[in-house]
């Protein structure tokens, strides 16, 4: 069965080259694609795709908005795969405390976007290569110019789960590999969620 996938960027000329990487290899589906956050945030709701692969630069309001909206949509079970040109840790942190499943660089291979669409469609997570130091800082913390209040730096167990997660591991994968049930992987990624939208607000 096809992989249902919307596409969502700002740039007409991305979401052409998206819709050709895709069409190339069998197993993916094309079920839309917008360039106004607005409007896809409509149409993962009438479409129905598996994943929504969206820029951050959308019209009306931004692709990590989106993101947000679309994780908080009940039924869909849509997940969002970021794509940007961005380098910036908050948008990173923004990005995977609002639900993303994937943040992916512009520079990204197409066979690195197909294997991690695929992913997520199959519930794990993907970062590019161009996200590790950002997930670096995740696992260090926050900022050390933050004040001491908002900081909530991760748990030995939740650094775990989100270093698994970096790597694609599936809820189910990481709870045999710690020992624990899926339902508590699922809460221990909340969690990391949680601390990183708090960093945010720094």
């Known amino acids: ?9 700002a740039d007409e000329v991305v979401r052409v080259g998206l819709r050709t990487i895709l069409s ?3 197993g993916f589906l094309i079920v839309g694609e917008s360039g106004d956050g607005r409007d896809t945030v409509g149409l993962v709701r009438t479409t129905r795709p598996d994943v929504c692969v969206v820029g951050t630069s959308l019209t009306g309001f931004g692709g990590l ?6 994780a908080a949509l009940p039924g869909t079970g849509c997940r969002a795969v970021v794509l940007t040109g961005s380098t910036a840790d908050d948008d990173f942190r923004t990005a995977m405390g609002g639900g993303a499943h994937a ?10 976007l197909r294997q991690s669409i695929r992913l997520v469609a199959a519930g ?3 970062l590019s ?6 997930l670096r800082d995740l696992l260090d913390g926050p900022p050390r110019h933050a004040p001491p209040e ?6 030995p167990r939740e650094r775990q789960v989100a270093a698994m997660v970096a790597v694609g591991r599936t809820d189910r994968e990481i709870a ?27």
Not at 65 to 70: N, Y
Not at 103 to 112: A, C, E, G, I, N
Not at 129 to 134: C, F, K, L
């Open 1 to 9: 069965m096809s992989i249902r996938v919307l596409v969502a960027d």
């Open 24 to 26: 190339r290899e069998r």
């Open 65 to 70: 908005e989106v993101v947000r909206r679309v």
């Open 103 to 112: 943040y992916l660089h512009k520079s990204v291979t197409p066979r690195l």
């Open 124 to 126: 794990a997570y993907a």
């Open 129 to 134: 290569p161009a996200a590790a130091g950002s």
């Open 150 to 155: 908002p900081r909530r730096p991760l748990s």
């Open 176 to 202: 045999c590999s710690t020992g624990v049930s899926v339902s508590a992987v699922k809460k221990t990624v909340s969690g990391c969620r949680r601390k990183v939208r708090a960093q945010n607000r720094v």
